[in-house]
């Protein structure tokens, strides 16, 4: 079975999501604390670049100003991804949400009632082949009404299949955490994990 269509779409990176249950009151859909570490290491490597330019400190074979370079390439990379990254925590006892909606060149804060949530869908990506098997990619994708907000990948997880084995092989934790969800959110919870989605992200 399948959610209202939404015609809202968002292109970007695919940012690794996870969905935690932040005590009885709350739900929050977010990067892990490790990717959030990266992005802030990726925004203060000019710092470290440019020390290095300034005192003329030799890198083996790379010169100071290029090392510079790279540190600035690497910073503008965290941008992308800070700007490309979604958030959003549902407050249950509210039936709120409050979303940061990442678009790639600027960031959107949406709010909102949890009604307007129309359903919470395992999907499941077949990846091209490999030797001994294939590979899957498990998603919990969130939608919304009428398509009003584009879906939201609450979580992402790859999964390498013995050969042979159906799509849905290795979903039955996504499909008990899809499940746990839902019932928190009051949104109804389809297993599509049988057969073949593409990501709801097209990549830009």
């Not at 779409?9 to 940012?15: F, H, N, S, V, W």
């Not at 005590?23 to 859909?29: P, T």
């Not at 940061?100 to 959107?108: I, M, Q």
Request: proline share 9%; aromatic share 12%; glycine share 10%.
């Amino acid at each position: 079975m399948e959610p209202t269509p939404a015609p809202a779409r968002k292109a970007g990176l695919e940012t690794p999501l996870s969905v935690r249950f932040l005590g009885e009151r709350a739900v929050a859909f977010a990067p892990s604390w490790g990717y959030d570490a990266l992005i802030v290491a990726c925004l203060l490597s000019p710092l470290v670049g440019g020390f290095r330019w300034w005192v003329g400190s030799p890198l083996g074979f790379m010169h100071p100003g290029i090392f510079f370079g790279a540190t600035v390439a690497a910073a503008l990379a965290g941008v992308w991804a800070l700007f490309s990254m979604d958030r959003m925590v549902c407050d249950l006892r509210r039936r709120t949400y409050l979303r940061f909606e990442g678009s790639a060149a600027w960031k959107r804060v949406r709010r909102g009632s949890l009604d307007e949530l129309d359903a919470l869908v395992l999907t499941c990506e077949q990846l091209p082949s490999v030797a001994g098997g294939h590979a899957v990619v498990y998603r919990l994708v969130l939608h919304w009404k009428g398509g009003r907000l584009p879906p939201l990948v609450g979580e992402r997880r790859l999964c390498h299949l013995p050969a042979g084995a159906p799509l849905n092989y290795s979903a039955a934790p996504w499909v008990d955490k899809g499940l746990r969800v839902a019932a928190a959110l009051r949104v109804p919870f389809y297993d599509n994990s049988y057969f073949h989605s593409p990501c709801p992200i097209p990549p830009i």
